[in-house]
């Protein structure tokens, strides 16, 4: 088939803002074709993020399928560090982060509902994992020597309001640099560090995409330390910096989450934050994702 015809299965649609793409015609309870995942691949090199509405009872199984075609799929690599603790009866290679319900069954929807209501009448409020309060901007495992590509999160339940997710362009952001700071920051690396648990990394702070050979940024705030070879307030300053620019609105896609949507996005050219909300409301979303490769300096 040609790109056409494989581009005519779906509908893309522009998400008004300054970046994203909304994709129709697609669902995550069949595993796209070849050509299709190519095209997908493409759209989410330029946007950075993709979103699928109405994916109404997809199941781990399938979620897991969908973004095996995209890459090797993995679970977390420190489980219990950041939110992610281990969800009984999950597929490895899923994770959960639940919030207002205790003991979330992943196999086990009427259970969930007896638990969910148990708690509402005793006004019991979730403040394990995450927590209530915004995660920073942040890209999933910039800390891992190969980090990870592609990150798929799907919204089983979430709140009547918060817990918004947003994504910025950072492909977009190194274009909208002044040349000046570009020379400035050819060539540094910054060092990435989560947990003790695992060393620091040092990555390139400009990489290449591999698909549209695009220069885009690589710090965010919440995991690149340090730039190596710089003073410590100096290097924190470029990477604030940095995040500053990046995190303006001209680059940015802001997500109202409805239960059934699902977002997938490329690591490689994209930073994201999720905004805080009230945890006596229950937010339930699982994540999956492919296997990381080596950051290509630009």
Known sequence: MTQASIASEVEFL??????????????????P?????????????????LLFRDQ??????????????????QGHPLPGVGGFDPVENAHPHTFYLTHGIEGYNP????????????????NKHDKGGIGEG??????????????????????????EGGGETEWCNMSLAYDGLEEATKERIAGLKAIHWYS?????????VVRLHPITRAKTLYVSPGLSRLIDGWQDDDGKALIQELAEHATQPRFCYLHEWRRGDALMWDNRCTMHRRRSFDTS????????????EAVIGG
Do not use: C
């Open 14 to 31: 522009s998400l008004g803002q300054g970046t994203g793409i909304q994709v129709r015609g697609l669902s995550l309870k069949e595993v």
């Open 134 to 159: 915004e995660l920073g901007w942040h890209t999933d495992l910039q800390y891992m020597p190969e980090p990870q590509v592609y990150s798929l999160l799907y919204g089983i339940e979430v709140p």
């Open 107 to 122: 196999q086990d929807a009427a259970a969930n509902e007896r638990k969910r209501n148990e708690e509402r009448a005793e």
């Open 33 to 49: 074709s070849a050509g299709l995942v190519d095209l997908l691949r493409i759209e989410l090199a330029k946007e950075g993020v």
């Open 196 to 204: 003790r648990r695992i060393p620091p990394v040092l990555h390139p």
């Open 56 to 73: 109404e009872d997809v199941s781990e199984e399938e979620q897991i399928a969908f973004t095996a075609a995209f890459g090797s799929t």
């Open 281 to 292: 409301q229950t937010r339930v979303v699982r994540r999956t994702q492919t296997e990381g």
